[in-house]
């Protein structure tokens, strides 16, 4: 076999399975407030900024819009954002957080702390996370065609 092909040799696959575990340790923490993952996501983006286009979110998220379209339809019919079209330009549609979202928040505070002790390990450790994430970051705009 080719030495290059040995899953062992992947960064994909460390990657891939790097960002699926932690998804995993993600997900009770998130259904115990009524969020997947994806939502999640969304939500941190509305909480820092409130009002965002559709474009903005899914550009932050390195997503597509028609990916984030259906997932903030669910989101609306469970009440944490409302959807309306924007004043300026009706084709626009800005996502504003409800009261209920908003609420999220709070419950989701301890969420980075607790899935952080649950990765935490030896070659990740408060001191080395902003090299990893400026690699992380590095690879990431490389990869989108941003650099």
């Known amino acids: 076999m080719q030495e290059q092909l040995k899953l062992d040799n992947q960064l994909c696959f460390r990657l891939y399975t790097a960002s699926r575990l932690i998804t995993q340790a993600y997900h009770p923490l998130l259904s115990g407030i009524g969020l997947t993952?994806?939502?999640?996501?969304?939500?941190?983006?509305l909480w820092e900024k409130d009002g965002q286009p559709v474009n903005d979110i899914a550009k932050k998220l390195y997503l597509e819009t028609n990916t984030v379209t259906p997932l903030l339809k669910r989101m609306e019919a469970e009440g944490f954002v409302k959807r309306e079209k924007g004043r300026a330009d009706g084709r626009q549609v800005?996502?504003?957080?409800?009261?209920?979202?908003?609420a999220l928040e709070e419950k989701a505070g301890c969420i980075p702390f607790q899935v952080g002790n649950a990765v935490a390990c030896r070659s990740i450790t408060p001191e080395s996370a902003p090299a990893l994430y400026e690699t992380l970051d590095d690879l990431i705009s490389t990869l989108s065609g941003d650099c």
Request: charged fraction near 10%.
């Open 94 to 102: 800005i996502v504003h957080l409800t009261p209920e979202g908003r």
């Open 37 to 45: 993952y994806p939502q999640y996501l969304v939500m941190m983006v």
